[in-house]
């Protein structure tokens, strides 16, 4: 639990600077989506069918639930691709100058 807390607490000062830079810190936004859905997939949702949801899982599940629904609403995903998917892919090493 305070692994969790403390990723949150890291992730806070990001959020802000996101008010000023939306889209440079869209990577951070499209990450907490990210493991937030795959929290779901692999924590809660077999904790859900088994029936052994506890008052802190309720608690996590609800707060990622509203992360899960709203952040595709406002995320600008023709950016998302056209950045981050169909962007041609950049060199890891500048070349040489006699190349």
Same mark, same amino acid.
């Given at each position: 639990?305070g692994?969790?807390? !403390?990723?949150?607490?890291?992730?806070?000062?990001f959020?802000? +600077?996101?008010?000023? $830079?939306?889209?440079?810190? +869209?990577?951070? /936004?499209?990450? &907490?989506?990210?493991?937030?859905?795959?929290?779901?997939?692999?924590?809660?949702?077999?904790? $859900?069918a088994?029936?052994?949801m506890? &008052?802190?899982?309720?608690?996590?599940?609800?707060?990622?639930? /509203?992360?899960? /629904? +709203?952040?595709?609403?406002v995320?600008?995903?023709?950016? /998302?691709? !056209?950045?981050?998917?169909?962007?041609?892919? &950049?060199?890891?090493?500048?070349?040489?100058?006699?190349?």
């Amino acid at each position: 639990m305070g692994a969790q807390f !403390s990723l949150l607490a890291a992730l806070s000062p990001f959020a802000l +600077l996101g008010l000023r $830079y939306p889209l440079r810190l +869209l990577p951070i /936004v499209l990450y &907490e989506f990210g493991w937030k859905l795959l929290w779901f997939g692999f924590v809660a949702a077999p904790l $859900y069918a088994d029936g052994r949801m506890t &008052e802190g899982a309720w608690s996590n599940a609800l707060a990622c639930f /509203v992360a899960v /629904v +709203l952040t595709p609403i406002v995320v600008p995903w023709r950016y /998302v691709w !056209s950045s981050y998917v169909a962007a041609p892919v &950049e060199r890891w090493r500048a070349r040489p100058a006699n190349a």
